[in-house]
């Protein structure tokens, strides 16, 4: 199975900052990548897939990037609903596998 | 509006069996790959099992594999996990997810969830 890394596994930052977050595929995936973010208590929702295309009804502050082995997910300005832990899935080959998550805290 | 709504979630013994349920609505569900994925109370999440939108193609991870069955019935729009010898590291939060297109395809609408605990 392909293994999704992502960096950091939790960090705090400020409404207004830019952040990034980071996953790396243990091997290459094309962009068959997606990012979802989660709430406590909630499903994921669906916020980037093919590496960049910002799903439908998505804040444009969301980004995506990157193809092959490492990816990002760009918020360019945070606000207070984006504090949630952001996890990273590939779909290129069976079974799909998720990174552990990243969550992100209010300073 | 796509609406998936999952239930069948409860409390069973090591052993024991479950079957989840998955109505969905809002959407031309026949024409849609589903899948199951589940999380571990405070972990993340994992994927359990896909379907095609005509039950030709089905995987499973091989935590699961010779346990849980995944069907779907298109006439009712419901999507099913057939859960068998459950154990304790089963517990979690099962949601269903729409595959937007395909095999190969990201998640693009999910459950709330139903939750399962296995227990002694």
């Known amino acids: 199975a392909i293994r999704m890394t992502q960096s950091p596994s939790s960090f705090s930052a400020s409404t207004g900052d830019r952040v990034t977050i980071t996953c790396r595929a243990s091997q290459g995936i094309s962009s068959y990548l997606a990012w979802y973010q989660q709430k406590p208590g909630k499903a994921p929702k669906l916020l980037i897939y093919a590496a960049s295309s910002l799903q439908s009804g998505v804040p444009s502050r969301f980004s995506g990037s990157g193809s092959g082995t490492d990816f990002t997910l760009t918020i360019s300005c945070l606000q207070s609903e984006d504090f949630a832990t952001y996890y990273c899935q590939q779909y290129y080959s069976y079974p799909p596998t998720f990174g552990q998550g990243t969550k992100l805290e209010i300073k | 509006e796509v609406q998936l709504v999952e239930s069948g979630g409860g409390l069973v013994q090591p052993g024991g069996s479950l079957r989840l349920s998955c109505a969905a609505s809002g959407f031309t569900f026949s024409s849609y790959s589903m899948n199951w994925v589940r999380q571990a109370p405070g972990k993340g999440l994992e994927w359990v099992s896909y379907i095609s939108s005509s039950s030709s193609t089905i995987y499973y991870a091989d935590s699961v594999k010779g346990r849980f069955t995944i069907s779907r019935d298109n006439a009712k729009n419901s999507l099913y996990l057939q859960m068998n010898s459950l154990r304790d590291e089963d517990t979690a939060v099962y949601y269903c997810?729409?595959?937007?297109?395909?095999?190969?395809?990201?998640?693009?609408?999910w459950g709330q969830g139903t939750l399962v605990t296995v227990s002694s």
């Open positions: 997810a729409r595959a937007y297109d395909g095999d190969y395809a990201h998640f693009d609408y």
